[in-house]
Structures are given as structure tokens and as C-alpha cells.
């Protein structure tokens, strides 16, 4: 989760993009893939860090299917990142801070593990939740 707290700043920090990071972790734990909100940097709405992430683990893999992986991410995760989390085949996700407004893993929506989906991916939650809470509080306060 440290990690993924890093690249959110980096997301506020470069772009003014809200302060969400991912990383996506093997099997084994190793690091393969990072990602931040890229919205405002490049003007295109899919640009969560949970996508940038998935993409850049899919093209390092050489596989869109990351079997076994679990991603971390700073924000509970909204409908379209668990829709592309599922889809690839993602095995877990761990994420911080709860979203109240737009979250799909247990908040608003659960699609993670809706008993209808195809794929079921564990969700464990609140990891450095104040921490992660914090940081997206600052953020809008200041720029909002």
C-alpha cells in the first residue's frame, strides 16, 4: 500500500488528477506493474490508476490474463476498474480508502463478488484506510 500511496502523490503532484494509486503484485508478491490517475494529465476519463496499472502489467506479462495477481489501490475501486479487474482475471484486490460515492467492491455496488459474476475476486478493505482517507480529503479541499 506504501507504493501505491506514493504514485497517488505523484498523480496530485504532476497533474492536479485526484490522488489515487495502484500497483499490481504477482503471485509470488514481486512488483510487476504501477499506475496513478492520468484523467487530467491526459484528458481521457478511463485513466484510473487501477486501468493504467492492469494495462502495464497485461504488456510487461505479454498476457491480459494476470492469474493470481492482486492489485492495491488507494480507493476502493468504481464500476468500470472492478469490471476491468474482473476481466482480467485479477485474483485480489486490496484497496484503502472507502468511496462512498462511487465505489463497486462493497460500498455502493459490490461487483466483485456478486454471486451472479463470472469471476469472483477477494476484496479485503480498509488497509491504511485513514492514511489513504486523508490524503483524498486534502486534496479536495484544495482543489475543489
Known sequence: MRV????????SVASKDVPVGAV?????????STGNNQ?????????HAEIVAIRHAAKALGNWR???CTIVVTLEPCAMCAGAIAQSR???VVFGAWDEKAGAS??????LRDPRALHK???TSGVLEKECSAMLKEFFSEHR
Open 4 to 11: 501505491a500511496i506514493e504514485h497517488a502523490k505523484i498523480a
Open 24 to 32: 499490481i503484485l504477482s503471485p509470488q508478491g514481486d512488483l510487476i
Open 39 to 47: 484523467r487530467e494529465l491526459l484528458n481521457d476519463p478511463t485513466l
Open 66 to 68: 494476470l492469474d493470481g
Open 90 to 92: 485479477i485474483a485480489k
Open 106 to 111: 462493497g460500498s455502493v455496488w459490490d461487483l
Open 121 to 123: 475476486v477477494e476484496v
